[in-house]
Structures are given as C-alpha cells and as structure tokens.
C-alpha cells in the first residue's frame, strides 16, 4: 500500500505561481512512477505530469514551459512548481503513483485561477 498526501493548493489571480508537495509513504520501493493529474468541474481527469523512477518527466502539452515537476528522495516528496497560471488551470490536482500492482491517488488538492 502507498498513501499520498497533497498540499499546496490555493486561490491565486492570472499569472501568479503555487507550488504543489505530495509526501509518500507506505511501500515507497515499489514505486515507479510518480505524477500529477487533474479534474476540473464536468470535465474528465486528465494527466498533467509525470516522472519516473529514472527521473525522465514528460508533460502534458497544455502545461509545457509552465510547469515544472522534481522530487525529493529524501523526503519521499514529489513537487509540481506552476507558473504563469491561467484560469483554465483551475481544476482539483491529484497526486499519483504507480507501482506493478496499481495506481495509487491522493485525496486532491484544489487550485482555483482567478481572472
């Protein structure tokens, strides 16, 4: 089992940056992955980023050059740094993890983008 923790989530106006933390615990090693998807109101979840346990990260195109995602390894912590945050960003952000069993999410963190 892995549990996730988000944090981070917030009001912020057009333009304005949040950085987002998901701590991990629980069967850490079985990870391969980690990521970020997102929901936002009447529309379906959808990928946001990722990075492996090699640290290759792909992003989807709608956040490219505005999103960053890192990790620390010794804090069990994936981060997703945004930027440039436009209204359509507005959507509950949840962490995920992959192992070979399952697919693991946190419990959502909101973030709303006014304009």
């Known amino acids: 089992q892995v549990q996730l923790v988000e944090s981070g989530g917030g009001l912020v106006q057009t333009g304005g940056s949040l950085r987002l933390s998901c701590a991990a615990s629980g069967s850490i090693g079985s990870i391969y992955n980690m990521g970020w998807d997102r929901q936002a109101p009447g529309k379906e979840r959808e990928l946001v980023a990722f990075m492996t346990i090699s640290s290759r990260t792909d992003y989807a195109d709608f956040v490219k050059g505005r999103f960053t995602i890192s990790r620390d390894n010794a804090k069990n912590t994936v981060y997703l740094q945004m930027n440039s945050l436009k209204p359509e960003d507005t959507a509950v952000y949840y962490c995920?993890?992959?192992?070979?069993?399952?697919?693991?999410w946190g419990q959502g963190t909101q973030v709303t983008v006014s304009s």
């Open positions: 995920t993890a992959a192992t070979n069993g399952r697919r693991y």
